[in-house]
T-cell receptor, first 108, second 112 residues
Framework: RKEVEQDPGPFNVPEGATVAFNCTYS??????FFWYRQDCRKEPKLLMS???SGNEDGRFTAQLNRASQYISLLIRDSKLSDSATYLC?????????FGAGTRLTVKP | DGGITQSPKYLFRKEGQNVTLSCEQN?????MYWYRQDPGQGLRLIYY???????QKGDIAEGYSVSREKKESFPLTVTSAQKNPTAFYLC???????????FGEGSRLTVL
């Protein structure tokens, strides 16, 4: 089993749609969690950290479920500029592991 | 400006040659990482270093070597033992407060 697993997609949604991604992790001792965004042929950039209590940043909401060992990302009111690959990252004692990414395309 | 600098951005090499990719940071971060990304794939960990003069293998360390003689620098050597080295290589350092990874712009290596 991979340490971090994501549905690769692609997710093709119309503008204004709400879309959700999940990511599961295998190491129950993992300490911190992140969502990164990667545009084509570019480096990943931090979208948001994921806190135990859940957190929201504008149209983006991240949640952590430690019991079931998954994290989620919800994007509301999708914009064309949200088209990218979304990577979840799991930190276990500074061993930072990435999921394979979920590709999102938002269409007019 | 503070950040991570990788060089070269593009590199071509012949089979059987070693090549070293540079990664420098001026963020005063202790931990640094090297990842490899193949087209349409996620990032796979090659090596990471939590402190000067110390580093650990990631999932795909075979055919690669690193050094960490200075806090600011974490070069990666792709040796001739790496069977399929053509890929996008990403270096990152980790913020000590948030744990966030800060990436360089990457180095694209093509083996001819």
């Amino acid at each position: 089993r991979k340490e971090v697993e994501q549905d690769p997609g692609p997710f093709n949604v119309p503008e204004g749609a709400t879309v959700a991604f999940n990511c599961t992790y295998s190491n129950s001792a993992s300490q911190s969690f992140f969502w990164y965004r990667q545009d084509c042929r570019k480096e990943p950039k931090l979208l948001m950290s994921v806190y135990s209590s859940g957190n929201e940043d504008g149209r983006f909401t991240a949640q952590l479920n430690r019991a079931s060992q998954y994290i989620s990302l919800l994007i509301r009111d999708s914009k064309l500029s949200d088209s990218a690959t979304y990577l979840c990252v799991v930190n276990n004692n500074n061993d930072m592991r990435f999921g394979a990414g979920t590709r999102l395309t938002v269409k007019p | 400006d503070g950040g991570i600098t990788q060089s070269p951005k593009y590199l071509f090499r012949k089979e059987g040659q070693n090549v070293t990719l540079s990664c420098e940071q001026n963020l005063n971060h202790d931990a640094m990482y090297w990842y490899r990304q193949d087209p349409g794939q996620g990032l796979r960990l090659i090596y990471y270093s939590q402190i000067v003069n110390d580093f650990q293998k990631g999932d795909i360390a075979e055919g690669y070597s690193v050094s960490r003689e200075k806090k600011e620098s974490f070069p990666l050597t792709v040796t001739s033992a790496q069977k399929n080295p053509t890929a996008f290589y990403l270096c990152a350092s980790q913020g000590w407060n948030t744990g966030e990874l800060f990436f360089g712009e990457g180095s694209r290596l093509t083996v001819l």
